[in-house]
T-cell receptor
Framework: DAGVIQSPRHEVTEMGQEVTLRCKPI?????LFWYRQTMMRGLELLIY????????DSGMPEDRFSAKMPNASFSTLKIQPSEPRDSAVYFC????????????FGPGTRLTVL | GDSVTQMEGPVTLSEEAFLTINCTYT??????LFWYVQYPGEGLQLLLK?????DKGSNKGFEATYRKETTSFHLEKGSVQVSDSAVYFC????????????FGTGTRLTIIP
């Protein structure tokens, strides 16, 4: 299996622009997670899905952030409008769920908002 | 709520030194415990895990024992290598259907030849 795939790997944009990050989970995994990693705040869970349904979005920082999972093999995280404080590495992860199963992380998207 | 407290970094050791990275947790019930490792420019990957008290997880020479009495899951390795340089995260997951992982802040480890 190719593992969790994220695109783009790097994104540089200007403040106010819309940014869309993409994720393809491992085939057969029922859970998909979006994380944000910064030096100041560490690793934060933004939202997670089970069978394409959002289960917990309490980590989404504000209304500028939205996430969708239209099918089992694709998810997007959108920021509109983007701000410099959104600069971070965004990770997608997937898992089989059930008890004890590990989460498999993608390589991340490094976002820089100027 | 659940929380994980990790040893502050960064940690710098010489090759072949003994490594300990401390991790303690606060959680209700009996969570599963994990150590993840993040190499430069990569995502996190599972290093080892333990699912119940007194379990020992091990992988690539690393070990950690689930200590319920001290609510700890310290990571150890007897002889570190330069290739072990990475950031290490301790994490827990409740064992009642919640799939959320709670991570510690991470400990950056650098091994010098």
């Amino acid at each position: 299996d190719a593992g969790v795939i994220q695109s783009p790997r790097h994104e540089v944009t200007e403040m106010g622009q819309e940014v869309t990050l993409r994720c393809k989970p491992i085939s057969g995994h029922d859970y998909l997670f979006w994380y944000r990693q910064t030096m100041m705040r560490g690793l934060e869970l933004l939202i997670y899905f089970n069978n394409n349904v959002p289960i917990d979005d309490s980590g989404m920082p504000e209304d500028r952030f939205s996430a969708k999972m239209p099918n089992a093999s694709f998810s997007t995280l959108k920021i509109q409008p983007s701000e410099p404080r959104d600069s971070a590495v965004y990770f997608c992860a997937s898992s089989l769920g059930l008890q004890y199963n590990e989460q498999f992380f993608g390589p991340g998207t490094r976002l820089t908002v100027l | 709520g659940d929380s994980v407290t990790q040893m502050e970094g960064p940690v710098t050791l010489s090759e072949e030194a003994f490594l300990t990275i401390n991790c303690t947790y606060t959680a209700t019930g009996y969570p599963s415990l994990f150590w993840y490792v993040q190499y430069p420019g990569e995502g996190l990957q599972l290093l080892l895990k333990a699912t119940k008290a007194d379990d020992k997880g091990s992988n690539k020479g690393f070990e950690a024992t689930y200590r319920k009495e001290t609510t700890s899951f310290h990571l150890e390795k007897g002889s570190v290598q330069v290739s072990d340089s990475a950031v290490y995260f301790c994490a827990l997951k409740p064992n009642f259907g919640n799939e959320k992982l709670t991570f510690g802040t991470g400990t950056r480890l650098t091994i010098i030849p």
